[in-house]
Each structure stands twice: as structure tokens, then as C-alpha cells.
């Protein structure tokens, strides 16, 4: 893997003093003519002074071209009649695609050879293409995920989000720090995408509304805005599997109505002549800006709203063009709000049918909520959005008027039969309970046909708790779909050497039904498969181990236990919880160095929010233990940790494979469901973890013994926090005060010894996330982890049985229920 982009273009891939290999076969001489068209004609340079870039730019583009005809049949098809999915979503984590795309068209071991026979490395070029930054975690790669299921399963879609120019950030430690630098994926152009320039929207801000009334009619109301964007379309293909479906991925960007004042630059003010493009573009050039500022709150919104509009406006003229009369859009359309996000539909989609489309209020309320449907994804009061009424007075005066509107509508019934005062607020889309905010949660399920939750627990929740009152109010709107994963991805295209292993023994038809993994049991006591099992498996933990040295310059041992914990950095995840076990354990080997520990290798990677200082903190926590850990003699062979920077998809992709121990570890009742887990479990690994998520359905699927569960209950949580006995600091065990204290002394932090108490004042305040109270029950929990190590054949057994159970969490899965039970799309 080259170390720099400078070194690919200091050194071309192939030199015409060296021999290039025949491709032989039809189809690999045509695809090489295919590369060596595009890096002439397109890349604009010959073999003997190519890059790898030019190689990697003119390869995706032959790649893309083979796409090029079956999705032009496709969105034929689409455009037959059949009902589409459009899947509104902030975040679409979609990785790099010249291999996701190889694999699904089956072009992969034709690309290598074509361009073996140019003197030139598949796997090398691939390594150029960066991650796509539009996106961040979960949410963006169950997106991705969800949009290739939907082309493998022939279900016509279209994804909508922004095409965000420096996604999320990209992410280096400094001295353990993380620091936030610009991501950028765009900087040499994107081979894979579209730009639609005739394809442009209007989007507008501010101004004022104008009302109309008259006499027997409805007032008409116009609004006025003082701002337009232009939404402006960049299309990219989403390859199914096998090539036989192709849809479509259409971002927006942001762009001026005006690209300059020239009135302005004339006069000499040449910076103030792009304020206004400045405005504009900031919207499509970072995913989730700071909100800790008035600005960052209303770029925030005005994101959100600008994909909405651009995206519910391009669905509309399409389908007025296709079907002509907007009372068939549901017959036509189902639009799935990716969580709250987006909720901006409900009202955006009334006034482009009630204000611009001139239909009755009645009429287009039975459209919107016959086409709307929202996936829940969090309880946590944070993520279920509230804007402030100010602001969105500010921002969209019309579409707050809408607002008031649906919730009269909504309350009316409520206050007519003289309901509680308390029943009414709790439902109310406006809550006034602290300043006047508009509840985007509420909005989104009132407006939708089908509320979703993404794991059973999530769901069962939800209808407890966040959307209790509104479940009584509209009985069988909530319903589940477990989240899945796409097993293209995450193991054909992940973990080449167990795929084959896998084919070998369960035939081609593994590669096509998930379901098929199922016959792997068969095999889970066979030593003879198990030493194969294995073998795949060392493999993937060299190539691992020799990047995080190559990384971090951390030297790991591959027959050791790695111990993996890959999510965003958020307290309710728990890193602390894993980093404080880090801390006893080192403890007590250091206490008892004779005695024989479980070689073990703790890996976390993971991105904070810009503005979550005490996620950050947690990053520099690890990263200072890790530099004590590693560096003691008495621990050496016996403990390593390892904090891998800037935590992506192609990251997840090496980590994956290689992971002995995933750790799902969340405190019960917050994970909404997980799909690392899925994937961990996938190839392989076996999870430690809380009966939070999608992690109970796991343990139904692959047997208690084959899973480490610890920890409390959603319910226990709930109890123990109404007794008060996370306050209770005398209930903490002599192993977790140890730990606290060496962090408290500064032990892991001798320059500044002070510098984690505010995480250890957190747990002795209130401890919120219940690291004290589980800590007991997952030190407990890791060493049955040590005991089960110690015999391989028991442990390669229970890895076997995870792989082979598994195959119900496949996205194909997921989406097949989405179609029957919410979009009603056949499949």
C-alpha cells in the first residue's frame, strides 16, 4: 500500500522497459483495450507514464462502463411503472467502490488479469481510491448497505442525500488528541459519479408569507423567500449483485443562484462580492458541522431541508412526468425517512402539493402519509432533533405555519373529548416545556404511514418509552425490522480467503442465499475443517497486525486474542468500560507477572464529534494507556493496545476478518440495534456484549454458548437508576477502585495527573452509562473469554457456529420486509 499520494505520482505502475504479461481469454483482452482506451482518451496519458492513480481513474471508468448499459435498462424498467423506493438519508457510507463494483458485475478476477497483463497490481490501485466522506457510522453504511440490497433485489430506488465535499473530518492523534482535519475524497474528482448540471432545483430560506383569503375557498398562501440555493444532481450507479439490477444514488450540491456580485468585485469589496456563494456552497461541505454555535445550528437545518426539498421536488416532477396525476403518488412512490433527518418531508411535501401543486389540504394529507414512512434509530434525547420555533421562523416561515397546522389537526380531536393537559403535551409536535421547539420525532410519525424501529428490543422500546403516548394514539403504526447487513460488502468482498473456504465446502449457492451458510454446522466439530478455519483466519490477523504497525508502528502478535472495538466514540458505547478493564488487567498482571494470562490485544478506532469533548477525552484515555501498556517490559507478549486513527469502511474491511473478540458492549436499553455486530459475528468473531440491540436476537441465533453476555437489562438500567444506586460509590468492587485510582493518580497520565477526572467524577456523580455498575459482571465475562481461549478446538467451534448462523441478519433479508410490510414493492 503506498504511503502517500505523492509517491504514486513520483513512481508509474508500469515502465515500457518492462514486459507486460498477455491477457489471455476474450473478455479479459477486451477489458484491457477497455483500460487502455480510458487512460488515453479520458485519463489523458499513455502506460509508459501512468500512475497508479491514472491506472486506478482509467480502470474504474472501463468498470463503470459495463455498469453503464444495465442501468440504463433498469431505470427503463423503473420508469415502466413499477413502484419506487426513494430512501432519504443524511449519511450514505458507501466506501470505496471499484471492488464492490467488480464483485457484484463478476469482473474482479477478469480486472486482474487485464491489468496483470499491463504490468500492473489490482490490488495496488484499489488501495488509491479514497472513502467517499458522506457519512459517519451506523446510519450511513445501514444506507449503503440498504441501497445494494434494493439493486440485488431488483426493488427500483433511489437514494437522495448531499454530496458532501469533506464529509465528516478526517481524523490524526497528536499526542493521543484526536484533531479534525478537512476530508478530501473530492480533491482528484470522483470516476464513479454524474454530474446532471440540467438536473437543478431551487431551494429557498427566509423571507415572509403572503395570505390570500377568499370568500368560500381556503386561504392561499405564498411564500416569499429572500434566499435560493440551487440543488444541483451528481448521479451515481449502485450495482446489484450479478449485475442484473442498477440503481441510482443522486446527491446534491449546493451551489449559488448568483456565483458572484459583480457589482460588488467591481467596486473593490472582492471577498464580500462571494459572500453569498460562500453561504450557499457551506451547505454541501461538511456532514454535521459543529451545533454548538447559533450559525452551526442553523447550517445544521438548512442542510437538512436543502436534500429534503431538492429531493421531494425531483420526485414530483418525475413522477408527474411518468404518471401525470399526483393523487397516484402512493401507488407509485414510497419514501423512507432515514431517521429524523429528513423529517422536514412531512412538511415540505404538504407545501409543494398544497402551495405549488394547488391540491386540497385533506387530499394532499392522504397523500403525504400514504407515501412517508420513518425509521427510528435512537431513543437518546439528542438524536430525536428539536428545532427552535425562532429559528424556524427564521429559516422556513412557511413550512412553521404547516407545522402549527398538522399539529392542530392532530391535538384537535384530543383537546374536543377534553383529554389530559399532560397527554396533550406529551404529544404535541410543539414542545413548551423549556422555550418552544418543534419535536422533528413527533412530526416525522405523525406525517408517516409506518414508524419503524431496527431491532425487537428497539422496537418494544420505543413503544414504551419516546413514542409511548403516540403509539396509544395511532395503535399498529410502529412495527420492526431488524437492521441487516449486506453480505457482498462484509464478507465476499471483506474476507476473500473464509468466501472461499465457504464455496469450497457449501457450493456457489452460499454466494446467493445468506440462508445457505446454515449448512456450515455440519462442519463446526470437524478438526480437519477447523485447522482451515483457522488457517483463513491467521491470515487475515497478519495482514491486520502488519497495518496497525505499519500505522501506528505498534508491533502485535497475530496468535494472540484481538480483542475489537470499532464504533463512534460515544459514551453510551462504553469504550471507558473496555479501557478501565485495559486498566485492571494490566493491573493484575503486573500483580501476579508469574501467573499465565491469555495473550490479548485490545484494538479500538473510532471518530468523536468535533464538539463531544468527554468522547474526546476518552480517544486521548486510550491512547495514554496504550503508550504505559505498551511500553512495560512486565506486560510484554501479554497485553497491547492499539488505537487505530481515522475509522472507515476500507479500515472495517481489514479489521473485520482478522477481530477474535467483538465487543458490542452499550448500556442496555440505548443501542438501537448494531449492524458491527453483525458483521463481526459474520466472519467469525465472537461477541461480548449487553441484551441491548440487535445483540439479543444474535444470541437467539447463534446459542447463549456461543455469545458472552454480561451486564444488566434494559429494565435493570431503568431500576437501578429509580433506586439511586449508581450514586453509590461504596458498592464499587476493590478491582474497579484500583483502576479508577492509577487513572486518578496519573499513572497513565504523569504530565498531567488531573487530566481525566472529569470522566471519573462522571461515574462517581451518577455514572449514566452504569460503567461502575456493569464493570464487575464484564470483568467476570472477559475471563470466561480467557478460559474459552485456551482450547481452540471449543473456541474454533463456536467461531464456526457464528458464521453459520448468521445468515438472517443479510440486508436482503431486511429490505424484503421493508417491501412486504411498509413500501408494499414486490420483490
Not at 109 to 132: F, M, N
Not at 390 to 400: A, G, K, N, Y
Not at 495 to 523: C, F
Not at 655 to 667: H, N, V
Amino acid at each position: 500500500m503506498p504511503s502517500s499520494a505523492h509517491q504514486d505520482e513520483a513512481e508509474p505502475a508500469y515502465r515500457a522497459s518492462e514486459p507486460a504479461r498477455p491477457a489471455s481469454g476474450t473478455e479479459t483482452e477486451a477489458f484491457q483495450q477497455a483500460i487502455l482506451a480510458k487512460l488515453t482518451y479520458d485519463v489523458g496519458t499513455d502506460p509508459a507514464h501512468a500512475t497508479d492513480h491514472d491506472w486506478f481513474t482509467a480502470t474504474a471508468l472501463a468498470v463503470r462502463d459495463r455498469a453503464m448499459d444495465r442501468w440504463m435498462v433498469s431505470k427503463g424498467r423503473n420508469q415502466a411503472g413499477d413502484k419506487q423506493v426513494c430512501y432519504f438519508s443524511l449519511e450514505f457510507l458507501i466506501g470505496r467502490l471499484l471492488s464492490d463494483t467488480l464483485n457484484n458485475l463478476r469482473l474482479t478476477d477478469c480486472a486482474r488479469d487485464a491489468l496483470a497483463g499491463l504490468g500492473v497490481d489490482l490490488d495496488r490501485i484499489r488501495a488509491i481510491e479514497p472513502d467517499a466522506a458522506l457519512g459517519n457510522g451506523g446510519l450511513g453504511r445501514l444506507a449503503a448497505c440498504f441501497m445494494e440490497s434494493m439493486a440485488s433485489l431488483e426493488v427500483p430506488a433511489y437514494g437522495y442525500g448531499i454530496r458532501y465535499e469533506h464529509g465528516l473530518f478526517r481524523q490524526e492523534l497528536r499526542d493521543g488528541w484526536q484533531q479534525e482535519l478537512p476530508e478530501d475524497w473530492l480533491i482528484r474528482e470522483n470516476p464513479w459519479e454524474f454530474e446532471r448540471s440540467d438536473l437543478v432545483y431551487r431551494v429557498t430560506f427566509g423571507g415572509f408569507v403572503e395570505e390570500f383569503p377568499a370568500s368560500g375557498r381556503p386561504t392561499r398562501f405564498a411564500w416569499k423567500p429572500a434566499e435560493t440555493v440551487q440543488a444541483v444532481a451528481f448521479d451515481t450507479p449502485v450495482v446489484g449483485w450479478r449485475g442484473r439490477h442498477v440503481n441510482t444514488l443522486r446527491l446534491w450540491s449546493a451551489r449559488a443562484a448568483e456565483p458572484l456580485r459583480l457589482d460588488a468585485f467591481n467596486s473593490g469589496d472582492h471577498v464580500g462580492a462571494l459572500a453569498d456563494r460562500a453561504r450557499a456552497e457551506a451547505i454541501s461541505r461538511v456532514l454535521y458541522p459543529g451545533d454548538e454555535t447559533e450559525a452551526g445550528r442553523e447550517l445544521r437545518l438548512r442542510q437538512e431541508f436543502f436534500f429534503t426539498s431538492a429531493s421531494l421536488q425531483d420526485l414530483l416532477a418525475r413522477h408527474t412526468r411518468l404518471h401525470g396525476d399526483l393523487h397516484t403518488l402512493p401507488d407509485h412512490a414510497a419514501i423512507q425517512l432515514n431517521d429524523t433527518h429528513p423529517a422536514l418531508a412531512v412538511a415540505e411535501l404538504m407545501r409543494l402539493l398544497v402551495d405549488e401543486r394547488h391540491l386540497a389540504w385533506d387530499d394532499a394529507w392522504a397523500i403525504a402519509t400514504r407515501t412517508l414512512n420513518y425509521t427510528n434509530h435512537t431513543l437518546m434525547p439528542e438524536a430525536l432533533e428539536r428545532w427552535p420555533v425562532s429559528l424556524m421562523e427564521q429559516l422556513l416561515p412557511r413550512h412553521l405555519q404547516i407545522i402549527y397546522h398538522i399539529n392542530w389537526l392532530h391535538l384537535e380531536p384530543l383537546i374536543r373529548r377534553s383529554a389530559d393537559i399532560e397527554l396533550i403535551k406529551a404529544v404535541s409536535v410543539i414542545d413548551e416545556s423549556q422555550g418552544r421547539y418543534v419535536r422533528m420525532g413527533h412530526l416525522a410519525f405523525i406525517g408517516a404511514h409506518k414508524v419503524n424501529g431496527v431491532s425487537a428490543l428497539h422496537t418494544d422500546l420505543m413503544r414504551q418509552t419516546v413514542f409511548r403516548d403516540l403509539n396509544a394514539l395511532y395503535p399498529g403504526r410502529i412495527v420492526n425490522k431488524t437492521n441487516g447487513i449486506t453480505f457482498r460488502r462484509w464478507l465476499h468482498q471483506a474476507n476473500p480467503q473464509l468466501t472461499q473456504l465457504l464455496t469450497q465446502e457449501l457450493g456457489e449457492a452460499v454466494l446467493d442465499d445468506p440462508g445457505a451458510l446454515i449448512k456450515l454446522e455440519r462442519l463446526a466439530d470437524d478438526s480437519a475443517f477447523q485447522d482451515r478455519f483457522r488457517s483463513q483466519r491467521s491470515a487475515s490477523k497478519i495482514s491486520l497486525a502488519k497495518l496497525v504497525a505499519d500505522r501506528t508502528g505498534v508491533q502485535i502478535d497475530p496468535s494472540a486474542l484481538f480483542d475489537i472495538h470499532i464504533k463512534r466514540i460515544h459514551e453510551y458505547k462504553r469504550q471507558l468500560l473496555n479501557i478501565l478493564e485495559v486498566v485492571a488487567l494490566y493491573d493484575a498482571i503486573r500483580s501476579e507477572p508469574g501467573r499465565h494470562w491469555v495473550p490479548r490485544v485490545k484494538i479500538f478506532a473510532g471518530k468523536a464529534a468535533a464538539s463531544y469533548h468527554r468522547a474526546k477525552l476518552i480517544i486521548k484515555l486510550a491512547n495514554d494507556v496504550a503508550k504505559i501498556v505498551n511500553s512495560d517490559p512486565v506486560v510484554a507478549g501479554r497485553l497491547k493496545v492499539v488505537f487505530l486513527p481515522n475509522y472507515n469502511v476500507s479500515l472495517a474491511e481489514t479489521i473485520i476478518p482478522a477481530a477474535d473478540l467483538s465487543e458490542q458492549i452499550s448500556t442496555a436499553g440505548m443501542e438501537a440495534s448494531g449492524t458491527g455486530n453483525m458483521k463481526l459475528a459474520l466472519n467469525g468473531a465472537l461477541t461480548i456484549g449487553t441484551l441491548d440491540g440487535a445483540n439479543i436476537e444474535i444470541r437467539e441465533c447463534v446459542g447463549e454458548e456461543n455469545i458472552f453476555i454480561f451486564g444488566m437489562t434494559a429494565e435493570e438500567v431503568e431500576t437501578y437508576r429509580k433506586a439511586g444506586l449508581h450514586r453509590d460509590r461504596a458498592g464499587w468492587s476493590a478491582r474497579f477502585e484500583n483502576a479508577i485510582s492509577l487513572i486518578s493518580a496519573g499513572a497513565f497520565s504523569p504530565d498531567d495527573p488531573h487530566r481525566f477526572d472529569s470522566l471519573i467524577h462522571a461515574l462517581s456523580s451518577d455514572d449514566t452509562f452504569m460503567v461502575a455498575g456493569d464493570f464487575d459482571s464484564y470483568w467476570a465475562t472477559q475471563r470466561r473469554v480467557d478460559e474459552l481461549w485456551q482450547e481452540p478446538s471449543a473456541w474454533s467451534r463456536a467461531s464456526v457456529l457464528n458464521t453459520a448462523r448468521v445468515g438472517w441478519f443479510s440486508a436482503d433479508r431486511t429490505i424484503r420486509e421493508y417491501a412486504d410490510d411498509i413500501w408494499k414493492v414486490p420483490v
